[in-house]
């Protein structure tokens, strides 16, 4: 619960489209497949965020040190781009435990600071705002609970203050290529030629650093994947063993991702009651469940180009494993 005294500095926003998709609609649709598909939005029940915040704490699993890294180093200048009023969106903000860097970087900077999260989760968002707004006096949030599109239109309503736009964790990465295209020309047209846009993304790399970070030596990438079959026994009745069921993840050189996917070691049957319906796997079948696209240098800026943004800045931490990319719409 946010505080009295800081009430006057959060606002909650109730996304249209929150409710645009049942999880046993989307399961069901999923698994009548072929091949078989589970979406990775499905992962984040609490127990998949939990085994998420785990992971970014992983030896193995570069990206949010890496990401980290830059923005320790980069964020009181990237603040310096952009003027006083300018109003800082981040899509999928989840804990803003990152851009928490960035916020008290434009503080110090400007002296105070519009914030809107935008992510699915309103209770994510609760308590995320509440730890930002005690540590940050001069900080105000206007929180939006929905999805990304939800957001897109109301910043591109928003009053006259520059914008920056913010996604980090190389999220962009769980696209294809033509999906982030699209997508990007979509934040485009939220924004005017005054504004910004700030993204992570990881780079292609030896193909061993990249499977590692997705197959950890204690297993928690195998947990957080498998959860998603808990997660349906849970909420819709499922009948799913995980102990017949293994973690996949491998790099596919042809689409440039690793790929993530439950398979079934022995052919079975499984039972959802809530969908009424009982599915067929055979054995080493599998279930599609992730892509993360890793991009080269010019795979970025051809993506910028096809979206229309002009990149203004690029940073890459100290191993050169990661890149944070400032872009400016073009007209």
């Known amino acids: 619960m946010i505080p009295a005294a800081a009430q006057s ?3 909650l926003i109730e996304g ?7 999880f046993a ?17 499905f992962f984040y029940d609490e127990t998949g965020s939990l085994l998420f915040e785990r992971i970014c704490e992983l030896p193995e699993y570069y990206l949010t040190r890496s990401e980290r890294e830059i923005l320790v180093e980069r964020s009181r200048e990237i603040a310096r781009r952009f003027p006083r009023d300018t109003i800082l969106v981040e899509l999928g903000s989840g804990s803003s435990a990152k851009t928490d860097l960035l916020i008290s970087a434009w503080i110090a900077e400007h002296g105070s600071l519009r914030y809107e999260p935008i992510d699915i989760s309103e209770e994510i968002l609760r308590e995320s705002s509440l730890q930002l707004l005690e540590r940050h006096r001069r900080l105000t949030v206007h929180a939006i609970a929905g999805h990304f599109e939800d957001g897109l239109r ?4 928003a009053e006259s203050g520059a914008k920056l736009v913010i996604w980090l964790g190389s999220t962009i990465g ?7 295209i699209a997508f990007l020309r979509n934040v485009r047209g939220s924004l005017s030629e005054r504004d910004g846009l700030l993204i992570g993304i990881d780079l292609r790399k030896d193909v061993g650093i990249l499977e590692n970070a997705y197959n950890d030596a204690a297993g928690v990438t195998a947990d957080f994947n498998l959860n998603l079959l808990d997660r349906i026994n849970a909420e819709l009745g499922g009948h799913f063993d995980r102990a017949r069921f293994r973690h996949e993840a491998k790099f596919n050189s042809e689409s440039g991702s690793i790929q993530m996917f439950l398979v079934s070691e022995e052919s079975q049957e499984v039972a959802i009651d809530e969908i009424g319906r009982t599915f067929s796997f055979g054995a080493g079948e599998r279930i599609h469940t992730e892509n993360s696209h890793k991009y080269s240098i010019d795979e970025i800026d051809s993506l910028f180009h096809e979206a229309r943004f002009a990149l203004a800045e690029r940073w890459f931490d100290s191993n050169g494993l990661f890149s944070l990319n400032l872009a400016r719409p073009l007209p």
């Open 154 to 157: 109301r910043i591109e309503s």
């Open 16 to 22: 249209e489209q929150l409710q645009s998709e049942s």
């Open 174 to 180: 769980n696209l294809t290529r033509s999906q982030a």
């Open 9 to 11: 500095r959060f606002r």
């Open 25 to 41: 609609e989307a399961v069901e649709a999923g698994l009548s497949r072929d091949p078989k598909k589970l979406d990775c939005r």
